[in-house]
């Protein structure tokens, strides 16, 4: 591996690992955000190849993407061709955007959490910078509690000519998971890379926000608006620029 994590997970073959991830699904979680209140100019922050832009800007709104990866925003021409000049490549602790530009930001699929403690927290005042007051904040992450009672150690695939292995092990008591991936691709090729993601509880964010000048309004357990509760298979938190 040549470089963080991140970098080496978030190439295109993670298209491969997470097929489920798609433009279909996006419609899904699209309208659960716009019967949250987004709306106008939206920044989705790592927003990978842009499934949840093109689903909002099918609702009227201004989406725009930013992420890391070179290669999954090249993917975005053959999703669709209005997001042309619409993603930006880009890390979210230093957001190129001017102050109070967004009406609404969005994180979605356990974006967040990649950075340790010091970099996460800058994650959220980037987020507080860019966004205009009153405007919408939605957080999506993993719900530290499902995971770890949950937690399936080893898993293998085999899908298409495609060979999966992902181990699965919590860390620093619990407060991180970590997954070791084992990618065969189509062409016989090999990659590997070990994800580590830090669980937060809506309690441990709650001040950072805060700082950030983002109050926490609402917090639930899936894109269908459920209550957040031990078994909810996400942790969704909305919140507003003060």
């Known amino acids: 591996m040549t470089g963080p994590w991140y970098v080496e997970a978030f190439r295109s073959a993670y298209l491969d690992v997470y ?9 899904r979680e699209a309208k659960f955000l716009v019967d949250q209140g987004a709306r106008g100019r939206l920044l989705d922050v790592c927003c990978g190849f842009g499934r949840h832009c093109a689903a ?20 975005a021409g053959s999703l669709a061709p209005v997001l042309e000049g619409r993603l930006a490549c880009g890390d979210a602790r230093r ?24 970099g996460d927290r800058r994650v959220l005042l980037e987020v507080g910078r860019v966004l205009r007051p009153g405007g919408l904040f939605v957080l999506d992450l ?3 509690a ?14 298409e000519g495609i060979g999966i292995e992902e181990r699965r ?7 991180r998971v970590q997954k070791e991936v084992r990618l065969r691709a189509r062409d016989g090729t090999q990659s590997a890379w070990t994800e580590d993601v830090r669980l937060y509880e809506a309690v441990e964010l709650e001040p950072w926000l805060l700082g950030a000048g ?25 919140a507003r620029r003060r």
């Open 19 to 27: 097929p489920h991830r798609d433009l279909e699904a996006a419609r």
């Open 56 to 75: 909002l800007r099918d609702h009227g709104i201004r989406a725009y993407g930013l992420d890391l990866s070179l290669e999954l925003l090249g993917r």
């Open 95 to 118: 957001l190129p955007f001017a102050d109070a530009c967004a009406d609404t930001v969005v994180s979605l699929f356990s974006s967040f959490g990649y950075f340790g403690e010091e």
């Open 142 to 144: 993993m719900n530290p």
């Open 146 to 159: 499902q995971v770890r009672s949950t937690l399936v150690p080893l898993s293998r695939i085999e899908r």
């Open 169 to 175: 092990k919590l860390a620093d008591g619990g407060r």
């Open 214 to 238: 983002l109050a926490l309004n609402a917090a639930y357990g899936g894109f269908d608006g459920s209550t957040l509760a031990p078994d909810s298979p996400r942790q969704i938190l909305r």
